[in-house]
């Protein structure tokens, strides 16, 4: 075996472990992410057509029961993770209401610095720890004085910088918490006599990733983001037509990892400074791909309930949410998800060319495609139509295995 063939078959095998996680983590959620997708979509056409005004108390009801899943999704991710990492699910899902708690979430919108410049201000404060006598006062230099060796001005726990990240709709910091989790569980479970491993494991474990996640993993979940955000800014300046079609490509994998919010203050201050935005058309080619091979798969699947799931999806990703499409039909059948990501790539690629734009932030779907309206709008369309009817084609002409009727009925149980 060549040294080429070798190395294509470790990327290879590297690129199924990864989406069999993806899927294992997201797969037992699917039928609640078509479901409330469903309720998303009623909920923006309702809006969108001023049925329900803005602002009233049934629009914050109707608001809360499309939007409350997602925004609570670190939970429920919580729980996937656990039984994926064999450990305890209840443990994890503590942990995730411990993040997503109301006023964690608020301490974390309060003025300082964010991501990991927290972690920078740690690393900071324990080189000066390290620089002081053995005799105690070490300790109390490192609880009580980062802010004054980092130049910390945040939110702390005990005087370690926490890094302002929302963990409402986060997706990457649970993931690496419940990680991590399941070897602190381990180290419980050696420690503690057996009559009493249930009742001091749990605390132990909330005890010691409550303050490893605020402190470290969360940061580098917002780093991440960032990381890639800055990317995008350095790939559109030095070509459109590239930026267009790797933002087309990747996009449903930035979904997945919950990388997305990295993205969106770019496309916001976009607007705010440039009076327009370039990012959130490319993302709308991505997921009007997604779309068009959901609705492929409808149209060959020959399992009448995967039929409806896919068809559903579909449709719920021409209203920008495409996680019931990602996640419930194209990852779980790999195929139409290449063809996805090429279609996406492609119609990313012509939108980046004409230098497609948006004078204000909207998330891409057929309900807001009047925000996108402008000198540019006709190849707007025009690319969406590509992306869509590309994926839908390259989708029939490839297939896919088919779901069997027994692997639905399993995941719906």
């Not at 996805?340 to 495609?369: D, E, N």
């Not at 992306?387 to 027994?406: E, M, P």
Request: proline content about 6%; aromatic content about 12%.
């Amino acid at each position: 075996m060549s040294a080429t063939t070798s190395l294509y078959m470790r990327l290879k095998s590297f690129a199924d472990g990864a989406i069999d996680l993806l899927s294992a983590l997201f797969l037992p959620i699917i039928a609640l992410l078509v479901s409330t997708g469903i309720l998303k979509g009623i909920f923006i056409l309702l809006t969108v057509n001023h049925l329900v005004p803005e602002g009233s108390s049934t629009y914050v009801i109707l608001n809360a029961m499309s939007d409350a899943f997602f925004y609570f999704i670190p939970v429920f991710l919580a729980y996937t993770a656990a039984k994926r990492f064999n450990t305890d699910p209840f443990t994890a899902m503590l942990l995730a209401c411990v993040l997503v708690y109301p006023d964690v979430t608020q301490l974390m919108k309060a003025p300082g610095a964010g991501g990991m410049e927290s972690v920078e201000a740690l690393v900071q404060s324990l080189a000066a720890t390290m620089g002081q006598s053995g005799d105690g006062s070490a300790v109390a230099t490192m609880f009580g004085h980062v802010g004054g060796a980092g130049g910390w001005q945040g939110p702390d726990l005990f005087g370690w910088p926490m890094g302002q990240v929302m963990y409402p709709s986060s997706v990457i910091p649970i993931l690496l918490a419940v990680y991590c989790l399941q070897y602190v569980e381990k180290l419980g479970k050696k420690i503690f006599p057996e009559a009493v491993r249930g009742l001091f494991t749990p605390p132990l474990c909330i005890i010691v990733m409550t303050p490893f996640t605020l402190v470290i993993l969360g940061p580098i979940g917002t780093w991440l983001g960032a990381l890639l955000g800055g990317g995008y800014e350095l790939v559109y300046g030095l070509s459109p037509l590239i930026a267009g079609f790797i933002v087309g490509t990747v996009q449903p994998f930035i979904g997945m990892l919950g990388l997305q919010w990295g993205f969106f203050p770019i496309a916001i201050n976009n607007v705010a400074v440039y009076g327009f935005d370039t990012l959130m058309p490319l993302f709308g080619t991505a997921m009007f791909a997604q779309a068009g091979a959901a609705l492929a798969v409808a149209v060959r699947s020959k399992n009448k309930v995967f039929k409806t799931e896919a068809f559903s999806a579909g449709l719920i990703a021409l209203l920008g949410v495409t996680e019931p499409a990602v996640f419930g039909v194209t990852l779980r059948l790999k195929r139409p998800m290449v063809c996805a990501c090429v279609a996406g790539g492609l119609g990313g690629a012509l939108a980046g060319f004409f230098k497609v734009s948006a004078p204000s932030f909207a998330i891409p779907a057929v309900t807001t495609l009047p925000v996108f309206m402008g000198p540019s709008f006709m190849w707007y369309l025009t690319a969406l139509g590509i992306a869509f009817g590309l994926s839908f084609v390259l989708t029939l002409i490839v297939g896919f295995k088919d779901i069997k009727y027994s692997e639905v009925t399993m995941i719906e149980e």
